[in-house]
């Protein structure tokens, strides 16, 4: 494996010593041991002018992944999602990463939409006007009239950025293998499945396709409510890199100034949105994963217009019985079930204080819980349990994580539009009809349907399999695979131990007994072996300490 990931990192090595530079630039190539740069950075600066000295590092990480583009970017944005592996006070620096980006020239855009579709741009188009709207970092938006003379807005793919994508995510699965090694405290935090959900989430995002799909699968849910719309999109102007949707005219969420002076209840406003998104998580296991408030948009009738549905979540049945277990704890003060549903749901690494996990949680279900709904903090209580799964280096998996994380931004946006609203007000309803659910008839039937599949498939195949066993004992063929994992470097030491004494003794019995050939009465050979198994001897040292450096800081 580790042989793949620098034959992947020589292929990029002209890319890969540009993010070296920049994250050395910002203190962050911590692992370039015995370089001292600080005198260096005293005199850096970040792209947009400020000391780099001056800057926590949550900052310095920011900045270093928006000088270092589009994959970087989207990251740190994947990462913002993550407080479990991040941490809460890096994910909420990473969530203020800005997708903007420069716009490709308008000859670059016009040859893009002209290459997906082969045909001229004015075929295609009533107007279309070459100047961009905005430029995130993987498209741009253009606002165009159909030649049927509705107004729409069409997303750009920027030319040339999926090679450019590709490239850092070789570069940054390369990377991953090498860090998830027994020795690195990384480890625990699992590099290399984070890097393929990012590949896979970047991937997804690269392809328009899925986000139009994802605008008509939310556009049908919400068919029956009038409070709530979607852009629809225009199939026939649609590809895997330009995506044509309708033009929403409203107010944009982070447009305080407009929302303020439009005479419409915000209160009202924000509540909408959250029952909306309430409604994708609890009712339909399908949600727009980004709510910040430039995805959300005043229309008129202070109805909810939705943007930027690429980033979406969705809940299967397990997952969606854990959120309900989770959910249940909290409200009824059970630390013990709290602590037993997180264990079950997360990746738990060995030695787990299972005590001290359920002291922790007990802590937190007593500071919270007993809070009225209409003052109770839920993004303050969703980022204290962050902390505690973190502290036990427990992590969650990538959806659960991103559907808590997407409850944190809701809150945080709902306020942002309305100070006095609460979240946890508007969800009451959803959570009593979560308890019928759970308790109805048809439920708790499913249950029993499922457990009675589970013990008849036992009992179907624990015969046969009993039976194979005996088989292989009759044979002789039996046998006990024992697997003892990151064995190889103690069994190295032991073996390199084992030759240092051999070759001291040898080289000492040689010196001793004056074998030739001689230089002034020194065995030639006994003080040349005795020098390799001094320098043999100080290696095996070394990496012992060395080793039990890492353990101590772990």
Request: aromatic share 8%.
């Amino acid at each position: 494996m580790k042989f793949a990931a620098i034959t992947r990192l020589e292929r990029n090595v002209h890319r890969a010593g540009e993010i070296v530079g920049v994250l050395a630039k910002y203190g962050l190539a911590d692992w370039i041991k015995g370089l001292h740069y600080a005198w260096i950075q005293e005199r850096l600066k970040s792209f947009d002018g400020q000391n780099i000295p001056d800057l926590r590092v949550e900052e310095r990480v920011r900045l270093a992944f928006t000088e270092l583009g589009t994959t970087f970017i989207k990251l740190g944005q994947l990462l913002s999602t993550r407080p479990d592996l991040a941490g809460v006070e890096l994910a909420r620096e990473l969530a203020r990463l800005q997708t903007a980006a420069p716009a490709d020239p308008p000859e670059t855009v016009r040859a893009t939409v002209e290459a997906e579709f082969g045909r001229p741009l004015g075929e295609l188009f009533a107007e279309f006007d070459l100047l961009p709207l905005a430029s995130a970092s993987i498209a741009q938006v253009h606002v165009a009239r159909l030649l049927t003379g509705e107004e729409v807005v069409v997303k750009v793919q920027h030319a040339g950025i999926e090679s450019k994508i590709l490239a850092d995510l070789d570069i940054l699965a390369s990377v991953a293998e090498l860090l998830e090694v027994p020795e690195s405290r990384l480890r625990l935090y699992q590099p290399v499945a984070v890097v393929r959900q990012f590949r896979r989430t970047l991937l997804r995002e690269l392809d328009f396709t899925f986000e139009r799909g994802h605008l008509e699968e939310f556009a049908g849910h919400f068919a029956e409510d009038d409070h709530v719309h979607f852009p629809v999109a225009v199939a026939k102007l649609s590809t895997r890199r330009v995506l044509t949707m309708e033009r929403l005219d409203g107010i944009l969420g982070n447009d305080a100034v407009g929302l303020a002076g439009s005479g419409v209840d915000l209160n009202e406003f924000a509540r909408r949105g959250a029952t909306m998104y309430l409604q994708m998580i609890f009712r339909d296991a399908f949600y727009h994963a980004d709510p910040h408030p430039g995805n959300l948009m005043l229309l008129p009738g202070g109805v909810v217009g939705v943007l930027d549905c690429g980033m979406v979540g969705r809940l299967d049945a397990e997952l969606a019985e854990g959120v309900d277990d989770m959910l249940m704890a909290v409200v009824t003060r059970n630390s013990t079930d709290l602590a037993e549903t997180l264990l079950r749901l997360g990746s738990v690494p060995p030695g787990t204080h299972r005590e001290e996990l359920r002291a922790d949680l007990t802590d937190f279900v007593a500071d919270y819980a007993g809070q009225s709904l209409q003052h109770l903090d839920l993004s303050g209580a969703l980022n204290s349990l962050f902390e505690i799964i973190r502290r036990h280096n427990i992590t969650l998996p990538p959806p659960l994580s991103l559907l808590l994380r997407t409850l944190v931004e809701l809150e945080g946006t709902a306020r942002r539009l309305s100070p006095e609203f609460s979240l946890a007000e508007v969800f009451q309803p959803f959570y009593l009809t979560m308890v019928k659910q759970r308790y109805s008839p048809r439920r708790v039937l499913g249950r029993l349907q499922h457990a009675y599949h589970d013990w008849e498939r036992l009992a179907t195949t624990l015969p046969r399999d009993l039976g194979e066993v005996l088989k292989c004992v009759r044979e002789g063929t039996f046998a006990v695979k024992l697997d003892v994992r990151h064995m190889d470097p103690v069994i190295n030491r032991l073996v390199l131990g084992v030759v240092t004494a051999a070759l001291f003794l040898g080289s000492s019995l040689l010196w001793s007994m004056k074998a030739p050939p001689l230089v002034d009465g020194v065995s030639v050979f006994g003080f040349a072996g005795f020098l390799v198994a001094a320098w043999l001897g100080w290696r095996l040292l070394r990496a012992i300490k060395k080793s039990g450096d890492i353990n101590s800081k772990k």
